[in-house]
């Protein structure tokens, strides 16, 4: 009796619990979804909940295409080689004559250019341009504005034909635009969207981009007229070797003398021409998207002179996915941008508020004379001969 009392509890309660296993967890309605699963069902499994899975079974779903061919529909299923091969950039892909970067489908390196563009690239970029400023600012604390040492003579001497001012104020504008505008473009998710909003930074980022691709070309037209124009007066000499032995003056002890040029300006006219045509060609690649890679070739290069090794990088990588090309280009582009901006702001500042009688060169093009003694001596020495003035020292000197 109590044998058959235990046989019977144990049958109930095996027979229950294997009920219990097999029962079909609720269903939601997937009339909407054609039997897929719905969001219902992947919040509840998200939850811990048993969900129906038929939909997800390989053996009900498909649309019958070999899973080792081509790339076929298959509906639900997960093809674990399939996309092996398309993270890896394997897969045979047949795509429509969209260009090289239509068959890559998975390019996991955009995380690491995403986190990089907007965290230490913006940030330390910011830093760079604050930082100038504040040097600046502690600068003319300290050294105050550089004056005209001497008495003004009343006369002038043409610095630059109006053709020189016009090329200098196309570059000018053309980078200050460029400038905001980039920065618009870079920091706008991080910094402006929290503080305008999306709808007014829709508007705003619409605009910059707009400006930022047609003014590019200002700045290109710009940079060849004054290269042209000026280059001649910017190859180094001697002269520059006297002027950076006396730190070009700037603390006091008389201005060493130079050409039409000193060797700081020099400087920053190679600045602009070597960083502004690198910040043009990275930006015509990215204005004309995949057409012009150029990160790959230049990583084989610097691989086969052995440089990022030496600086303990190892190899760099040389494939390349063709968005890649495009991260690489973006990086560089505001990278070098970001130097010459802070290099620029300086070259503001000394052209305006820091020295006395610069502004005038390119204003109305005619300085004091006396201002340009004291800063390119040797300058007003050519100008005077080429008038037909005996240099100082030699002959009568003209009637002033
Ligand atoms: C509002 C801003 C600017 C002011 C007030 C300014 C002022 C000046 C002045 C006064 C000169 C002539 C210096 C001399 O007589 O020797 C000059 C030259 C020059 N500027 Fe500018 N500039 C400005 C913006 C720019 C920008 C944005 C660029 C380039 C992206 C630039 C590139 C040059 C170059 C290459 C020279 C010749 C080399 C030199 O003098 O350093 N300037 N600028």
Not at 312 to 319: F, I, K, P, S, V
């Amino acid at each position: 009796m109590l044998r058959s009392l235990i046989a019977l509890l144990l049958t109930v309660t095996f027979t229950s619990f294997v009920s219990a296993q097999e029962a079909t967890p609720p269903t939601s309605d997937r009339s909407a979804t054609g039997g897929a699963q719905t969001l219902e069902d992947i919040l509840a499994r998200q939850r811990g909940e048993q969900v129906e899975s038929t939909a997800r079974d390989p053996a009900t779903l498909g649309d019958g295409a070999p899973s080792s061919g081509q790339l076929g529909t298959l509906g639900g299923v997960s093809d674990a080689e399939m996309w092996s091969k398309v993270r890896h950039d394997t897969a045979n892909i047949t795509a429509s004559n969209n260009g090289p970067a239509a068959t890559v489908l998975v390019q996991d390196r955009g995380m690491w250019w995403l986190t990089f563009r907007e965290g230490p690239l913006l940030t330390y970029g910011l830093y760079l341009l604050g930082g100038t400023i504040i040097l600046l600012a502690v600068f003319l604390l300290i050294r105050g504005r550089i004056r005209i040492d001497g008495a003004r003579t009343g006369r002038t001497i043409e610095r630059f034909k109006a053709i020189e001012r016009f090329g200098h104020w196309l570059l000018a504008g053309s980078f200050i635009l460029l400038g905001i505008t980039g920065l618009v473009s870079l920091a706008g998710r991080k910094y402006l969207i929290p503080t305008f909003g999306h709808e007014s930074f829709a508007v705003l980022a619409t605009w910059s981009k707009w400006i930022h691709n047609n003014v590019s070309w200002a700045f290109m037209i710009a940079l060849v007229m004054i290269f042209v124009m000026w280059v001649i007066h910017n190859l180094p000499d001697r002269t520059d070797i006297k002027w950076i032995l006396k730190g070009g003056g700037i603390f006091g002890g008389g201005h060493p003398p130079a050409k039409k040029f000193n060797a700081g300006q020099k400087l920053i006219f190679w600045s602009v021409i070597v960083l502004g045509t690198s910040i043009s060609v990275s930006g015509l690649s990215l204005l004309f998207p995949f057409e012009m890679p150029m990160f790959a070739v230049t990583f084989e290069k610097l691989n086969a002179f052995g440089i990022p090794q030496a600086l303990g990088l190892g190899e760099l990588r040389t494939a390349l996915a063709p968005h890649e090309e495009m991260q690489y280009a973006q990086l560089w582009h505001a990278i070098v941008s970001f130097v010459l901006m802070a290099i620029i702001i300086a070259h503001i500042y000394i052209g305006s508020v820091g020295m006395e009688g610069a502004f005038d060169a390119m204003g109305s093009g005619e300085v004091e004379e006396q201002w340009a003694r004291e800063h390119h001596s040797l300058w007003v020495e050519e100008v005077r001969e080429r008038e037909g003035v005996p240099r100082r020292g030699q002959g009568s000197q003209p009637a002033e």
